[in-house]
């Protein structure tokens, strides 16, 4: 065979085909999450950074991009937070909630009237620009007043309408941020329940931009029967919502006792929103600067995690390198497709 016919017969010889490279592709999107962290005496943790929490979601490792401390309202976010599809237009200082749980019984009333006392006093540490709404639940859930600078009339909602009022005023204006625009009063009228008061004020919150800090002076959540403790059918609905608003829930025990069957309610709506729970007839001082620690601030927390299907999904965060306890939720919700 000639040289050509050598060299014609390799050009056009069947060829192997090249080595099939697989690639793993791992889609990720950007969330963020909202956490408290506090020290053994309950004072907020400053100066945290990504390389000090650890986040898994699903089970699944997520990168921790930014770590951001909020004292008042939020300023403008970076462009990852952005992506992350939350822009905050919170307004200046913080936006706390005072939700009372009333009843008559003698084991709740001495508790819910030191209370009362306790909030007025929780008020002189707040900061200027920070904003109270007050509200409460018997029959019905009541709105007092809506967020405002104005101390002296939360002072005098605390101080004289929890007890002895009758009906709230409707005002005839809202000034923004206001529950108002968005408070439905025949719904909150038709609350037999505080697991159905809560779903109303969750579904309020909605609309008021930026974190939110409820404090639930309560006596207890639930029902008690031969089978155990069981939160009412619209529990569920206002876990949703209050997460929806970024609200995260305190709940003071009021009643006088070591132990009640009713606090297991209190303690769920406090974890399940990244809050705490705490009795208050022994150790009120330190509920209360328990209390004040975690109303200093939060962490905003931009994660790269795994895309993941739609629905309630594990959220596990931990410190590494730093001390502290970390209050947050323990679930995070994809919605849509």
């Known amino acids: 065979m000639s040289a050509i016919a050598v060299l014609l017969a390799a050009v056009f010889a069947p060829q192997d085909p090249p080595p099939v490279r697989l690639r793993e592709r791992v889609d990720v999107e950007r969330i963020l999450v909202q956490a408290r962290v506090v020290d053994s005496r309950g004072q907020p943790v400053l100066h945290l950074r990504p390389e000090h929490v650890e986040v898994t979601l699903a089970g699944r490792a997520a990168v921790v991009e930014s770590v951001f401390w909020v004292e008042g309202a939020e300023p403008p976010l970076p462009e990852e937070a952005a992506e992350a599809g939350v822009a905050p237009a919170a307004p200046a200082g913080r936006l706390v909630v005072f939700f009372f749980q009333k009843d008559l019984e003698r084991s709740r009333i001495g508790g819910l009237m030191q209370m009362t006392r306790e909030a007025a006093s ?161 150790f009120q001082a330190q509920a209360r600067r328990r209390l004040e620690g975690a109303l200093a601030g939060h962490y905003v927390l931009v994660l790269e995690a795994p895309r993941l299907p739609p629905g309630r999904h594990r959220l596990r965060i931990r410190l590494t390198g730093r001390e502290g306890t970390v209050l947050a939720p323990p679930s995070w919700e994809r919605h849509g497709s």
Do not use: C, M
């Not at 859930?141 to 709230?168: M, Q, Y």
């Not at 005023?169 to 108002?180: D, I, M, Q, T």
């Open 122 to 282: 929780l008020l002189e540490g707040l900061a200027p620009e920070d904003r109270v709404a007050v509200l409460s639940f018997d029959s019905h859930l009541k709105l007092w007043v809506d967020f405002t600078r104005d101390r002296d009339a939360a002072r005098h909602a605390l101080e004289h309408s929890i007890l002895f009022g009758s009906r709230p005023a409707v005002p005839r204006s809202f000034h923004p941020p206001a529950l108002g625009p968005s408070f439905d009063r025949v719904a909150a009228r038709r609350a037999a329940t505080p697991e159905t008061a809560l779903l109303v004020l969750g579904e309020a919150l909605k609309d008021v931009p930026g974190a939110k800090s409820l404090v639930f002076f309560g006596w207890g959540l639930g029902r008690f029967s031969s089978t155990g403790v069981h939160l009412e059918r619209d529990y569920e609905p206002a876990r949703r919502a209050l997460l929806e608003a970024r609200t995260s829930v305190f709940t003071l025990d009021v009643t006088n006792a070591d132990y009640h069957s009713l606090e297991v309610g209190l303690e769920q709506v406090s974890y399940d929103t990244g809050g705490f729970y705490a009795k208050t007839h022994l």
